[in-house]
């Protein structure tokens, strides 16, 4: 068969509608074959014919064009698009660039295309011909913020392939947290408790360099860029604030004047920059702060969105007597005000994110935010628990009063909603959930199956308790032993009424392709006898009935080896890929499984030498893992069970 002729028509030259041009060009080359061979063509205006697909966003099409759009609040912030495509030829219209590369990735996903996981051995790429390129659709985001939040142990590649992964499943925003995110690189770099890697080089400039990068690939594709959030009570002092490693810091009486009083005593808050409040009462600490935010914005335009926190710790509030009686969400407020007054008279139009985030989950009893557009609610519930989603109906309880660092934090669902609720009685505007589902609990629930199902419902429950949208703070290395947590998570922030198995359905079909039932059921069952609640210190630490299920997952792997062994030699390309994880991950379950069930029988030291030797195999084989798996935070979050 010859080649033959395929044109993309784009109307603009953003960034975003390049690049959606440029990925139906590469994808529908592997498609056909390369039987077709797409040529991009720029326009200068909307003629629709029959033998093009065009890509357009509304700021570039007629008003009688746009209007076929569905009605959103923003379009700046909100995405929406509509695709009129049969047999490869027609319009892709989005509400903004962004929209448009969405929509570009629904067309293939209709065609058959999946992205399972990030990078190349992530993409399941169908033979087909042009007529699959099919999609007659018109859809809006349920909600506005789609968000995927750096964390863990990451090389740059960990980072670049979940930008590219991200609007591929839906994500719309990507954020980098501290000015230069230099923690999580460093991690990786010097190979932070991995016996068998020596550290590389690794400095603050090549973080910053990475941030970059970074940039360039979210502008590339129209990406909601949000940034810093931890930092702002050291760095306008002249204290680094990389991470949260603990050192002995030589400061000046000056800065020593304006760090909180705890016990009599102002001081670097157990060693750690970012982890310590400030004398906030005083107006020269707040001017400092809001005045160094405000550089940061009118230097850095490119940041859509500055999240302003205050320290990263609890029950270290100044207790000076000009700080003692009143609470730090009014002196937070008060800042939050400062600060828009300043970057208004500026001319900057960057949004500030702040924080309802331990002690600040009490809201201000005294200020009230002015100018409520400039600011975006977070909540960010980190004490709750991840055995129930959240609860939207029912009576709410009363907060528990303010005891100035005494407070004790919400672990259910329920009561950390009654605490958003008290602040949205003080804030109406825009505002979504930063949670931890991916940070560490999905270790609890090692086949990530109860992890997905939880997540999901949070997801689809956003709008009923008031929050427009979710933000993950979660590990890069999210993928093992599969993606389904994430491909819920894009799939139900894009339209909240997305069933729940039909998304598990077609993700395990696109990682398996033959077997994939049997798969799905083998991880539901490991999920139910590995018992998260128990992992996550709800049950027991001696618990009889948790060690019968724990008893039973040795023959459980062991029975479903010769399957996967079976499709290691049948499957080929990402499929292949999902096999070989799935044979790792049967072999880290039963070491973790036995050392659970030592440690629920009584026999600690068994378990900790059996958890030993699991440390020891993820450790060997972190090379084979590493875009899957964050051994680092795995090792030592699962560590705590093991002391």
Same mark, same amino acid.
């Given at each position: 068969m010859s080649s033959s002729k395929f044109v993309i028509r784009?109307?603009?030259?953003?960034?975003?509608?390049?690049?959606?041009?440029?990925? !139906?060009?590469?994808?529908?080359?592997q498609m056909t074959g390369n039987q077709v061979q797409p040529v991009i063509q720029p326009a200068k205006?909307?003629?629709?014919?029959?033998?093009?697909?065009? !890509? %357009?966003?509304?700021g570039c099409a007629s008003q009688a064009l746009a209007e076929r759009l569905p009605k959103v609040p923003d379009s700046r912030w909100d995405d929406a698009y509509v695709a009129e495509v049969t047999n490869g030829k027609g319009t892709i219209l989005g509400n903004n660039p962004r929209s448009v590369l969405i929509g570009a990735y629904a067309l293939l996903t209709a065609a058959g295309c999946r992205w399972v996981r990030p990078g190349k051995d992530g993409e399941v790429i169908p033979s087909a011909g042009i007529e699959q390129l099919t999609l007659n659709k018109t859809s809006a985001a349920s909600y506005r913020h789609r968000g995927i939040c750096i964390e863990g142990a990451i090389s740059y590649e960990n980072v670049a392939d979940i930008i590219d992964f991200a609007p591929k499943v839906g994500y719309n925003a990507y954020f980098t947290q501290f000015r230069e995110s230099y #923690?999580?690189?460093?991690?990786?770099? *010097? *190979?932070?408790?991995?016996? &068998?890697?020596?550290?590389?080089?690794?400095?603050?400039?090549?973080?910053?360099?990475? +941030?970059?990068r970074a940039q360039a690939e979210m502008q590339k594709r129209g990406m909601i860029y949000h940034a810093v959030g931890h930092g702002w009570t050291c760095e306008p002092f002249g204290i680094a604030g990389l991470g949260w490693e603990s050192k002995d810091y030589d400061i000046s009486d000056e800065v020593r004047s304006h760090l909180a009083e705890v016990n009599g005593v102002r001081d670097i808050w157990h060693g750690v920059p970012l982890n310590t409040n400030l004398c906030y009462s005083n107006p020269v600490v707040r001017q400092k702060v809001v005045e160094n935010i405000a550089e940061y914005c009118a230097a850095n335009p490119q940041v859509d969105v500055v999240h302003f926190w205050l320290a990263d710790d609890s029950n270290n509030q100044c207790e000076c007597a000009n700080c003692r009686h009143t609470r730090p969400s009014d002196f937070y407020v008060m800042m939050l005000n400062e600060l828009d007054a300043l970057i208004t008279e500026r001319g900057i139009p960057t949004r500030v994110v702040f924080l309802i985030y331990v002690d600040l989950l009490w809201p201000p009893k005294q200020q009230e935010l002015v100018n409520q557009e400039r600011f975006i609610l977070m909540f960010a519930p980190i004490t709750r628990s991840y055995t129930t989603p959240f609860s939207v109906e029912g009576e709410l309880p009363e907060l528990p009063p303010f005891e100035l660092n005494r407070l004790k934090f919400p672990k259910n669902v329920t009561e950390n909603v009654a605490f958003l609720k008290a602040w949205q009685e003080h804030f109406s505007g825009d505002s979504f959930d930063f949670d931890y589902h991916l940070m560490w609990d999905h270790f609890n629930d090692p086949s990530y199956v109860? #992890?997905?199902? /939880? !997540?999901?419902?949070? $997801?689809? =429950? !956003?709008?009923?308790?008031? +929050? &427009?949208?979710?933000?993950?703070?979660? @590990?890069?290395?999210?993928?093992?032993? #599969?993606? @389904?947590?994430?491909?819920?998570?894009?799939? /139900? @922030?894009?339209?909240?009424?997305?069933?729940?198995? #039909?998304?598990? &359905?077609?993700?395990?079909? $696109?990682?398996?392709g033959q077997g994939w039932q049997d798969t799905k059921q083998y991880l539901e069952t490991l999920s139910q006898l590995?018992?998260?609640?128990?992992?996550?210190?709800?049950?027991? %630490?001696?618990?009889?009935?948790? $060690?019968?299920? +724990?008893?039973?997952? =040795?023959?459980? %792997?062991?029975?479903?080896?010769?399957?996967? $062994?079976?499709?290691?030699? /049948?499957?080929?390309?990402s499929q292949k890929k999902s096999w070989d994880y799935l044979a790792t991950h049967a072999d880290c379950c039963i070491m973790l499984a036995q050392a659970l069930l030592q440690r629920a029988q009584g026999n600690q030291e068994g378990a900790k030498a059996t958890w030993q030797e699991l440390v020891k195999f993820v450790w060997d084989q972190e090379p084979n893992l590493q875009p899957v798996l964050d051994t680092y935070l795995f090792v030592r979050t699962m560590g705590r069970l093991f002391a």
């Open positions: 784009t109307l603009g030259d953003a960034p975003a509608i390049q690049f959606a041009a440029s990925e !139906l060009q590469r994808y529908i080359s205006e909307y003629a629709p014919d029959s033998d093009s697909l065009w !890509l %357009v966003s509304a #923690t999580f690189f460093e991690r990786w770099y *010097h *190979h932070t408790d991995n016996p &068998n890697r020596k550290p590389e080089e690794f400095s603050v400039e090549m973080a910053r360099d990475f +941030l970059r109860s #992890t997905a199902a /939880i !997540l999901g419902e949070d $997801a689809r =429950r !956003l709008e009923a308790i008031g +929050l &427009n949208g979710y933000m993950s703070c979660q @590990l890069q290395r999210i993928f093992f032993p #599969t993606g @389904l947590p994430m491909a819920v998570l894009g799939s /139900i @922030l894009w339209d909240k009424t997305a069933d729940y198995d #039909t998304i598990a &359905n077609d993700y395990y079909a $696109a990682s398996f590995f018992c998260p609640p128990y992992i996550r210190g709800e049950r027991p %630490v001696i618990d009889a009935e948790v $060690a019968e299920g +724990l008893a039973r997952i =040795r023959s459980v %792997v062991e029975g479903f080896k010769p399957t996967i $062994a079976t499709q290691q030699q /049948i499957a080929v390309g």
